[in-house]
């Protein structure tokens, strides 16, 4: 828990710092490159601090060219930072937007190109959907957690259907990718903090097109299943 509280002093205000960073290369850069250059070197510094390890597997995989939607298994709070680490394409993040409100951090958010979602009824989700859809179809590759929260035991959660009904839209490939090792790292609702390897095994790309939503997230549940290390 010390470790966890120690790291935590270090770990706000460089957030901070990179987030502003962030906002001013926004400025110069209406691409998000600024942006997602910031949030990597974030993510270097904060994944040494705390001595985790990231190990990719399967970068052959994903591909080089054309926007596609990365989905994964949630683990714990460090798998943002390890995954903006093993992706090795400009991508934003798809995320509620509750966050985009955050002083300095939301700002940070938007200048990096990443797409809020509203959540808050049926009518602005649909909207705010048919909005990421265009987004990632005119270009922005994405990242996505389908199941929407971090596991207790590691075990894959229900998947949530926005997340596909969001692909089948956007008419771009589905990544899946499966992550291991981060709930060990960094316990869900604990604060204790241990140093370790987060692995991030990518799979091959699932064409979305003429597929249904449901049998996608079969699909895309089973790929990510396939290569998980449960306890």
Same mark, same amino acid.
């Given at each position: 828990?010390?470790?966890?509280?120690?790291?935590?002093?270090?770990?706000?205000?460089?957030?901070?710092?990179?987030?502003?960073?962030?906002?001013?290369? /926004?400025?110069?850069?209406?691409?998000?490159?600024?942006?997602?250059?910031?949030?990597?070197?974030?993510?270097?510094?904060?994944?040494?601090?705390?001595?985790?390890?990231?190990?990719? &597997?399967?970068?052959?995989?994903?591909?080089?060219?054309?926007?596609?939607?990365?989905? /994964?298994?949630?683990?714990?709070?460090?798998?943002?930072?390890?995954? %903006?680490? +093993?992706?090795?394409?400009?991508? !934003?993040?798809?995320?509620?937007?509750?966050?985009?409100?955050?002083?300095?951090?939301? =700002? $940070?958010?938007?200048? $990096? @190109?990443?797409?809020?979602?509203?959540?808050?009824?049926?009518?602005? +989700?649909?909207?705010?959907?048919?909005?990421? $859809?265009?987004?990632? =179809? !005119? /270009?922005?590759?994405?990242?996505?957690?389908?199941?929407? %929260?971090?596991?207790?035991? @590691?075990?894959?959660?229900?998947?949530?259907?926005g997340a596909f009904m969001l692909a089948v839209r956007?008419?771009?490939?589905?990544?899946?990718?499966?992550?291991?090792?981060?709930? $060990?790292?960094?316990?869900?609702?604990?604060?204790?903090?241990?140093?370790? %390897?987060?692995?991030?095994?990518?799979?091959?790309?699932?064409?979305?097109? /003429?597929? =249904?939503?449901?049998?996608?997230?079969?699909? *895309?549940? %089973? =790929?990510?299943?396939?290569?998980? &290390? *449960?306890?």
């Open positions: 828990m010390l470790r966890a509280r120690i790291y935590l002093l270090f770990f706000v205000p460089y957030t901070l710092l990179c987030s502003i960073a962030a906002v001013i290369g /926004g400025l110069f850069d209406a691409s998000g490159r600024a942006g997602h250059a910031c949030a990597r070197v974030w993510s270097l510094i904060s994944l040494r601090a705390a001595r985790i390890k990231v190990e990719v &597997e399967g970068l052959e995989m994903v591909p080089t060219e054309g926007p596609v939607i990365y989905m /994964g298994n949630h683990q714990g709070n460090f798998d943002i930072l390890a995954l %903006t680490r +093993a992706i090795p394409r400009l991508f !934003s993040w798809v995320a509620k937007e509750e966050l985009f409100r955050v002083p300095v951090f939301g =700002a $940070a958010m938007r200048r $990096a @190109g990443y797409i809020p979602l509203d959540r808050s009824d049926g009518r602005k +989700a649909l909207k705010s959907m048919n909005q990421a $859809a265009q987004r990632i =179809a !005119s /270009g922005a590759s994405v990242v996505i957690f389908p199941e929407g %929260t971090r596991t207790k035991d @590691g075990a894959l959660l229900p998947f949530k259907r956007a008419g771009v490939p589905i990544v899946p990718f499966t992550i291991n090792g981060s709930r $060990a790292i960094n316990p869900r609702n604990r604060l204790e903090l241990y140093p370790g %390897t987060i692995r991030v095994s990518f799979s091959a790309p699932i064409v979305v097109a /003429g597929v =249904a939503e449901a049998e996608l997230l079969e699909r *895309v549940r %089973t =790929a990510i299943a396939a290569k998980l &290390e *449960v306890d």
